[in-house]
């Protein structure tokens, strides 16, 4: 069902590889909402995934950009503003990648080319798209900048790796900038940490299925989908949530708040059942 939450609202979605992606449904729930969009991701996984076709089949403007190179982000955001007709009024940054994590280096034998990397696309990309925005004054006031971040940010999830660092830096690069924006343009700036989500980047962790399984029992209201984080995306991108900045959301099903549930305790009591019979 459509609000119309987004009506006369111009926005940048980056990260949208395939219909698994986030940053696709996102897509898909902007439009529905109302809204003028523009895609962007690498040249490589233009190429390789299948956001092509959500562009033509759409009319949406494809921009190809890598979200570490300063020089393709003032052209995407240059390019972006003559497309639209106007400045941005909301930016989702749905954009990550750990080498080492594809690569198998456990956390104690990183690679630190690959760590360089995996913040850089992970976490400082989010600063080099807000730096450019800000200086080519390309958001419009009361803007919404929307990054995608995961509990591993607080709490040590096995086999994140290094992309825990990554996360606790684009949560804090979030704070830092959202200060400044807000202060002196009237931009907010937040994090959305969502559920443990099927999606390729995701499937690179590795146990992710018994993590997303853990995820889904641990949480009273179960993990939240790929189109549940959506529909939090278009709030925060709506003139509804104007003064929500600098915060880390969890959009989780509770997970974040839960230390002991009753069907670990059960399972934990049971793993015990042997032994006691000894
Ligand atoms: N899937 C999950 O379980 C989960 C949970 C919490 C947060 N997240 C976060 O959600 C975001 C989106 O990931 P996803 O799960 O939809 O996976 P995905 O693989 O569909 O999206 C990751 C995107 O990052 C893009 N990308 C990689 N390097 C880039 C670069 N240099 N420049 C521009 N784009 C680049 C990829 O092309 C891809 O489109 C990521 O930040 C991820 O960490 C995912």
């Known amino acids: 069902m459509s609000y119309n939450l987004l009506k ?7 990260g949208a590889l ?5 940053a696709w449904k996102v897509a898909e729930k902007c439009l529905e909402e109302g809204a003028q969009i523009v895609l962007t991701n690498t040249e490589l996984s233009i190429r390789m995934g299948q956001v092509k076709d959500f562009a033509a089949k759409n009319n949406v403007p494809l921009i190809p950009a890598d979200a570490t190179s ?24 749905s954009v990550a ?25 992970s976490a400082i990309s989010f600063h080099k798209v807000l730096q450019t925005a800000k200086k080519l ?12 971040s995961y509990v591993a940010a607080q709490r040590t999830m096995f086999e994140y ?21 807000g202060r002196e343009k009237r931009i907010r700036v937040n994090t959305i940490s969502q559920s443990p989500t099927v999606t390729t980047a995701g499937s690179g962790i590795k146990g992710f299925d018994s993590l997303i ?44 708040s839960m230390g002991m549930s009753y069907r670990a305790m059960h399972q934990y009591n049971k793993s015990f059942e042997n032994e006691n019979d000894k």
């Open 8 to 14: 006369g609202k111009k926005g940048i979605i980056f």
């Open 18 to 22: 395939n219909e698994m992606s986030i």
């Open 70 to 93: 300063e020089e393709d982000l003032e052209q995407l955001f240059s390019k972006a503003m003559d497309l639209l007709g106007g400045k941005i009024d909301f930016i989702l940054h």
């Open 97 to 121: 990648m750990s080498l080492n994590v594809r690569k198998k280096r456990p956390y104690d034998d990183l690679d630190y080319d690959f760590l360089q990397k995996t913040l850089d696309i």
């Open 137 to 148: 004054d390309a958001m419009n006031e009361w803007g919404s900048v929307v990054a995608l």
């Open 161 to 181: 790796n290094d992309m825990a660092d990554a996360k606790a830096m684009l949560e804090s690069i979030a704070r830092s900038f959202g200060y400044i924006y």
């Open 213 to 256: 399984d853990f995820a889904e029992r641990m949480s009273p209201l179960g993990n939240a989908s790929a189109d549940e984080c959506a529909n939090y995306c278009i709030t925060l991108f709506s003139d509804l949530t104007r003064k929500v900045t600098m915060q880390n959301l969890f959009h989780d099903g509770g997970f974040s």
